[in-house]
């Protein structure tokens, strides 16, 4: 596991949101859990992404989010893959609000100048 990236997720922890600080510790390697040890949390790794209690490989769920963003049918997936079609819209409503929100707080809160922006971009397309 690389610590290198990863911050204690834990809103009342004082250091919340500091990474590379060499406060964070492997609590399971097997569970992929660490510990931060300002405030002794533990979480998971994958706590605020898409992959958060999924229990499929991520380079699955990633393989099949990239082949409906090019527009391959949900049909397809399920039968290439083996899946539930109910999984594949599960997955895919998933990658969508975490896009979102990261969008939201990337460029939605920055006081950016946007000369261009698409339609979509503003929420006229839903």
Known sequence: MNLKHL???NFDCPARGRTGAGNLGIHSQQ????CYTVCGK???VSK???F???RTDPKIVMCVIVLLAYGCPPQAIVKA???DERTVKTWWRRAGVHCQALHGHLIGQ???DLEQVQAD??????
């Open 31 to 34: 569970e992929k859990r660490c």
């Open 81 to 83: 893959f083996g899946l």
């Open 48 to 50: 605020g992404t898409l």
């Open 42 to 44: 533990t979480f998971d």
């Open 52 to 54: 958060y209690r999924l």
């Open 7 to 9: 911050f204690c997720p």
């Open 121 to 126: 971009e503003r929420g006229f397309c839903t």
């Open 110 to 112: 920055s006081q950016l």
